[in-house]
């Protein structure tokens, strides 16, 4: 049997490979799902080497079994499998076959309401609905609604980043809304947590839905500030092809079979090193999903021997510091590409509403404990 030291060095290199790949390696960040597949294989593999007292480790039928069934299988209506790939490509063909009435729905709005309204109201409701219809497809709405307003450049940017914050809060209540929300319930499914559909809203919700309302007068706030001086233009958004909505719910697939493959392969360090780490300390260093998609940092550290103390920590700084930067979230990623806003500008109002949001977050989830 080879020794653990030697299982868990290879599983930080994995880990490692997993930070700095997509930022070093640009065919890495474009095939990102593919990568993270790779590296779950090889992380169930080494830690399928160690042996751990009472816990399976390494490849196993029900681990083969819950990678391919998360992505499609969270609750049933009627019979019928509900998961968040059936939604993304659901939404997605609505939004392809009835596009031009929907353009045409928004226009009507834009005519009827101010602008604060409008802005308010999109951060609002996508942050909230965004658990439903998945935060990829709000994203998508996001851009759609945007691009129909009135706004000068830095308006535009403010309103996305909000409007990003706000989705990617509101996203973690339901494990239809995320790839976050998906992997943490699976992974929390069995004791002690036996984390159900509304497992993530129960535990959440007091924090998340406050704050998606606080992100929807932010960003009336800053948008008009920014609208201020200069004629405002509007933008016209391409209609996507039959081929791009299916490639997207099929890399939404391969990233949560990738991120339950990840989160069983990196049992060893969750169970030797990360359930020792104050919830504090847990809260700081997970900032690091600035840089990281969140889903993944969830899927390498929750785990069911985690405390809910400890889990409200890790969700809660991986939800805010990933609307810092826009490799932090995937409605970032997508709302950024669409509109052609680069690191610098996004980095220059993420950062300045992620941090203040990091430290009142802090102090919600930590001062009833010392109370």
Not at 103 to 116: C, E, F, K, P, T
């Given at each position: 049997?080879?020794?653990?030291?030697v299982?868990?060095?290879g599983?930080?290199v994995?880990?490692?490979?997993?930070?700095?790949?997509?930022?070093?390696?640009?065919?890495?960040e474009?095939?990102l799902?593919?990568?993270?597949?790779?590296?779950?294989?090889v992380?169930l593999?080494?830690?399928g080497?160690?042996?751990?007292?009472?816990v399976?480790?390494?490849?196993?039928?029900?681990?083969m079994?819950?990678a391919?069934?998360?992505?499609l299988?969270?609750?049933?209506?009627?019979?019928?499998?509900?998961g968040?790939?059936?939604?993304?490509?659901?939404?997605?063909?609505?939004?392809?076959?009835?596009?031009?009435p929907i353009?045409?729905?928004?226009a009507?709005m834009?005519?009827?309401?101010?602008?604060?309204?409008m802005?308010?109201?999109?951060i609002?409701?996508?942050?909230?609905?965004?658990?439903?219809?998945s935060a990829?497809?709000?994203s998508i709405i996001?851009v759609?609604?945007?691009?129909?307003?009135?706004?000068?450049?830095?308006?535009?940017?403010?309103?996305?980043?909000?409007?990003?914050?706000?989705?990617?809060?509101g996203a973690v209540l339901?494990p239809?809304g995320e790839?976050?929300?998906?992997?943490?319930?699976?992974k929390l499914?069995?004791?002690?947590?036996?984390?159900?559909?509304?497992?993530?809203?129960?535990?959440?919700?007091v924090y998340?839905?406050?704050?998606?309302?606080?992100?929807?007068?932010?960003?009336?706030v800053?948008?008009?500030?920014?609208?201020?001086?200069?004629?405002?233009t509007?933008?016209?958004?391409?209609?996507?092809?039959?081929?791009?909505?299916?490639?997207?719910?099929?890399r939404?697939?391969?990233?949560?079979?990738?991120l339950v493959?990840?989160?069983?392969?990196?049992?060893p360090?969750?169970?030797?090193?990360?359930?020792?780490?104050?919830s504090?300390g847990?809260?700081?260093?997970?900032?690091?999903?600035?840089?990281?998609?969140?889903?993944?940092?969830?899927?390498a550290?929750?785990?069911?021997?985690?405390?809910?103390?400890q889990?409200?920590?890790?969700?809660?700084?991986?939800?805010?510091?990933?609307?810092?930067?826009?490799?932090?979230n995937?409605?970032?990623i997508i709302?950024?590409?669409?509109?052609k806003?680069t690191?610098?500008?996004?980095?220059g109002?993420?950062?300045i509403?992620?941090?203040p949001?990091?430290?009142?977050?802090?102090?919600a989830?930590?001062?009833?404990v010392?109370?």
């Amino acid at each position: 049997m080879v020794s653990e030291l030697v299982v868990i060095a290879g599983l930080l290199v994995v880990f490692a490979a997993i930070l700095t790949g997509p930022f070093r390696v640009p065919a890495v960040e474009h095939n990102l799902e593919v990568f993270l597949l790779i590296a779950g294989i090889v992380a169930l593999t080494l830690s399928g080497l160690v042996v751990i007292p009472g816990v399976e480790t390494g490849w196993s039928l029900e681990i083969m079994e819950e990678a391919l069934t998360a992505p499609l299988y969270i609750t049933d209506i009627f019979g019928i499998p509900i998961g968040i790939v059936q939604v993304v490509l659901l939404v997605g063909l609505i939004l392809y076959v009835w596009h031009a009435p929907i353009q045409r729905g928004i226009a009507m709005m834009v005519s009827h309401l101010s602008l604060n309204i409008m802005i308010f109201s999109l951060i609002v409701v996508l942050g909230l609905v965004s658990s439903i219809i998945s935060a990829i497809i709000a994203s998508i709405i996001l851009v759609e609604v945007l691009c129909a307003l009135p706004l000068q450049r830095k308006a535009q940017v403010a309103a996305t980043v909000a409007a990003c914050f706000s989705i990617g809060l509101g996203a973690v209540l339901t494990p239809l809304g995320e790839p976050l929300s998906t992997i943490v319930v699976s992974k929390l499914a069995g004791p002690p947590h036996f984390a159900d559909f509304f497992y993530l809203f129960d535990l959440l919700a007091v924090y998340i839905i406050p704050g998606v309302v606080a992100f929807g007068i932010i960003g009336v706030v800053i948008t008009r500030k920014f609208n201020e001086g200069a004629d405002a233009t509007t933008c016209e958004v391409r209609r996507e092809s039959i081929r791009e909505v299916l490639l997207r719910a099929v890399r939404v697939y391969i990233f949560i079979v990738a991120l339950v493959l990840l989160g069983e392969g990196f049992k060893p360090l969750i169970l030797n090193y990360v359930i020792y780490i104050p919830s504090e300390g847990l809260y700081w260093v997970n900032t690091v999903s600035a840089v990281l998609d969140n889903a993944t940092l969830a899927a390498a550290e929750v785990g069911p021997a985690l405390s809910d103390l400890q889990i409200k920590a890790v969700l809660m700084s991986l939800l805010v510091a990933g609307g810092m930067l826009i490799p932090g979230n995937i409605p970032n990623i997508i709302a950024a590409g669409k509109l052609k806003i680069t690191s610098r500008e996004w980095a220059g109002l993420g950062i300045i509403l992620g941090i203040p949001a990091l430290l009142i977050y802090f102090a919600a989830v930590f001062l009833p404990v010392y109370l």
